[in-house]
């Protein structure tokens, strides 16, 4: 069974860092690309960022480019983002996604339960 | 403002059929990239309802479809039951920024 469980969430500054994790079982990691998908409270879902399986490829919303990172270690099964000069508006449930690609897209057929991250001083 | 375009809810009563339509682009739906539709139930993580525009995931019952056309897709669902009752998101594909993109989100209310 495929298990997503996100962690490192939490109360933090603006302007302050925060890096999130994402810890997979019940599929081989190594062979598909992850995403960061973030849900703003009472707003709906903005995908945040991909990278490929290897990591040799990592794309951004624009509104997180330069501030965020994401990165994967294989060997531990994990999925992060490290999260620099947060603004009040990061402020939102974070969700790693497993991607499955398509013909003509992608789309995100597994989700971990989520971590808020909430940015206020 | 989220890309996709989406009602911001829907109503009908139980057995009764809905549509969610979903508008995007000439860079994204236009561009002949899939729609995929997501249900999230109050308190609960969003799950995928029907993928590549039209196919339901093991599990999803056949009360739910999924068309697209042009630069719109609808989501549809017959025989409303009580526990239909969620958010419902609509999500393509943007080359441009090669990543995805959602619509704002539809909050079905079963009366």
């Known amino acids: 069974e495929v298990h997503l469980v996100e962690s490192g969430g939490g109360l933090v500054q603006p302007g302050g860092s925060l890096r999130l994790s994402c810890s997979v079982s019940g599929f081989i990691f190594s062979s598909y690309w992850m995403s960061w998908v973030r849900q703003a409270p009472g707003k709906g879902l903005e995908w945040v960022a991909n990278i490929r399986e290897d990591g040799s490829e990592k794309y951004y919303v624009d509104s997180v480019k330069g501030r965020f990172t994401i990165s994967r270690d294989n060997a531990k099964n994990s999925l992060y983002v490290q999260m620099n000069s947060l603004r009040v508006e990061d402020t939102a449930v974070y969700y790693c996604a497993r991607v499955f690609w398509t013909a003509a897209g992608l789309y995100f057929d597994y989700w971990g339960q989520g971590t808020l991250v909430t940015v206020s001083s | 403002q989220s890309v996709l375009t989406q009602p911001p809810s829907v109503s009908g009563a139980p057995g009764q059929r809905v549509a969610i339509s979903c508008t995007g682009s000439?860079?994204?739906?236009?561009?002949?990239?899939?729609v995929h539709w997501y249900q999230q139930l109050p308190g609960a993580t969003p799950k995928l309802l029907i993928y590549?525009?039209?196919n339901r995931p093991s599990g999803v019952p056949d009360r739910f479809s999924g068309s697209r056309s042009g630069t719109s897709a609808s989501l549809a669902i017959t025989g409303l039951q009580a526990e239909d009752e969620a958010d419902y998101y609509c999500q393509s594909y943007d080359n441009s920024l090669s990543g995805s993109v959602f619509g704002g989100g539809t909050k079905l209310t079963v009366l």
């Open positions: 000439s860079s994204d739906i236009g561009a002949g990239f899939d």
């Open positions: 590549a525009n039209s």
